[in-house]
């Protein structure tokens, strides 16, 4: 039985030649592959190959385990352990040029559903930033050697990091939520890589985070650091477009945000 260390050593090497690979790619110029659900929603030339690489290589070291991938799609295994990989969580910062982008890799055991699953392993790595966030299951979340830990008090407010996805006809009412949350906050973080933003609270270096319509692979990794890091994490029911709504923070702020947001 291989221990959630292990796994995240597994996670934490292949990311680290998966981020290589993408900044690499990055300096060389950016093609834009296809759009997604919406034409705002981009899918890159690289994006595909670095999960080529990343299933490649968690093929070689973990053959009977399951993958599920934002662009190559799933695979089942035999051995109880799915990898949910984002090649590239931030695809529209890294076609732009920005550095706020991350691949983000977890070993979950348990159905394919972020309300489900137990996460064991996770590692979200910003290769243009260079941070690599790590957590394995009961062994706490680490930048380096830092242990990392949820902040439990904001005198002056939350600071509050949130995304509004690329479906405008979504904006509306992610606006209302918004609107529903400032309440609590000193002020808004737009950062646009929902990994970053899960291992930004982990590390504390934001209060709290919601968005709505996050799928498995964004969050994955980035929910197992917030949790080890000391903070609670929540999937909730999809709302009238099916989008869940993620929120996590240090507890106390957590429920102050589920009752503002949620009623
Ligand atoms: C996106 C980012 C973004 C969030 C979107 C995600 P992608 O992931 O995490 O912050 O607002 O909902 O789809 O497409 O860049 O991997």
Do not use: C
Request: charged content about 25%.
């Amino acid at each position: 039985m291989t221990t959630p260390l292990e796994l995240q050593d597994i996670a934490v090497e292949i990311a680290t030649e998966a981020g290589d690979l993408a900044l690499r790619r990055r300096t060389e110029g950016v093609a834009i592959a296809a759009s997604k659900s919406t034409l705002a929603d981009i899918v890159t030339e690289a994006d595909r190959e670095v999960e080529a690489l990343i299933r490649e290589r968690l093929a070689a070291a973990r053959p009977d385990d399951g993958f599920v991938g934002e662009e190559s799609g799933n695979a089942e295994g035999e051995s109880g352990v799915t990898w949910i990989v984002d090649p590239i969580d931030g695809t529209v910062n890294y076609a732009f040029g920005m550095p706020s982008y991350a691949v983000s890799i977890a070993a979950v055991t348990g159905p394919v559903d972020p309300g489900e699953w137990t996460a064991l392993a996770g590692v979200v790595h910003a290769p243009a930033l260079g941070e690599t966030f790590r957590a394995a299951a009961g062994h706490g979340a680490w930048l380096g050697g830092r242990r990392l830990a949820v902040t439990t008090d904001a005198p002056a407010g939350a600071l509050l990091a949130t995304g509004l996805g690329y479906d405008s006809a979504t904006h509306a009412g992610d606006l209302e939520t918004l609107g529903r949350a400032m309440p609590l906050a000193r002020d808004i973080r737009r950062i646009g890589a929902a990994s970053l933003d899960l291992a930004f609270v982990a590390a504390g270096r934001l209060d709290g985070y919601f968005e709505r319509g996050l799928k498995p692979w964004d969050v994955a990794a980035g929910r197992l650091l917030v949790d080890e890091a000391g903070g609670k994490t929540g999937w909730f029911e999809p709302d009238a477009f099916g989008r869940p709504l993620t929120i996590v923070a240090a507890p106390e702020l957590f429920e102050r945000l589920r009752a503002a947001i949620l009623g």
